[in-house]
């Protein structure tokens, strides 16, 4: 009889010491359960950072789509769409002042009487300043501005007629992008009427 109560004593303890081991081993289940939680989300909660972050950045470039001069005749008739090339100066990094360079263009042919609608309409997002610039490229090395004029971002087609002090001259649109003060992102489109 002793036996047998030493082996039920024996088999109690074990039943205890084995009820023990796993509400410890669950306690600790429940504790890595809840760090992997708590990393999860500190994990979701920098990707929200960073994505609410990436926001206010413009997006590539590259995705734009680019502005579109078209040419119309003194009589409104489309002719085609007009030479013209479109290029980043600074993007998403503005910070300093960048002294853009106007290349020079190849110029397309227009007459007195004509006129160049410039539609910016399919850029996204749309820009928050707009300058139309003529440009002095006389010069072999070195072109200058020779005027600026702010234009409203809302206007846009913005149709131009050609006179005839235009043709021979070489003018550009400069987009910016502003995030309150801060300059975000500049393009520019370059045009040269003949």
Request: with cysteine; hydrophobic share 35%; aromatic share 10%.
């Amino acid at each position: 009889m002793k036996k047998t109560l030493l082996l039920l004593i024996f088999l109690l303890l074990s039943v205890v010491l084995i009820a023990c081991n796993n509400d410890s081993q669950e306690s600790q289940k429940k504790e890595e359960t809840s760090q992997v939680s708590k990393e999860n989300t500190k994990k979701i909660q920098t990707e929200i950072n960073t994505v609410g972050n990436e926001e206010k950045f413009l997006p590539a470039f590259k995705a734009l789509v680019i502005p579109e001069i078209t040419l119309f005749s003194s009589e409104g008739n489309v002719k085609y769409l007009f030479d013209s090339s479109y290029g980043e100066v600074c993007w998403n990094n503005c910070d300093e002042f960048i002294h853009y360079i106007y290349p020079s263009i190849h110029s397309g042919d227009v007459e007195v009487g004509n006129r160049l609608q410039i539609d910016w309409s399919s850029l996204k997002p749309q820009p928050t300043g707009i300058h139309f610039i003529h440009v002095d490229n006389s010069g072999e090395y070195d072109s200058k501005e020779v005027s600026r004029k702010q234009k409203s971002p809302e206007n846009t087609p913005l149709t131009i007629t050609v006179d005839e002090e235009m043709i021979g001259n070489q003018y550009a649109f400069e987009f910016i992008w502003k995030d309150g003060e801060v300059v975000e992102g500049r393009s520019i489109m370059n045009f040269k009427l003949e």
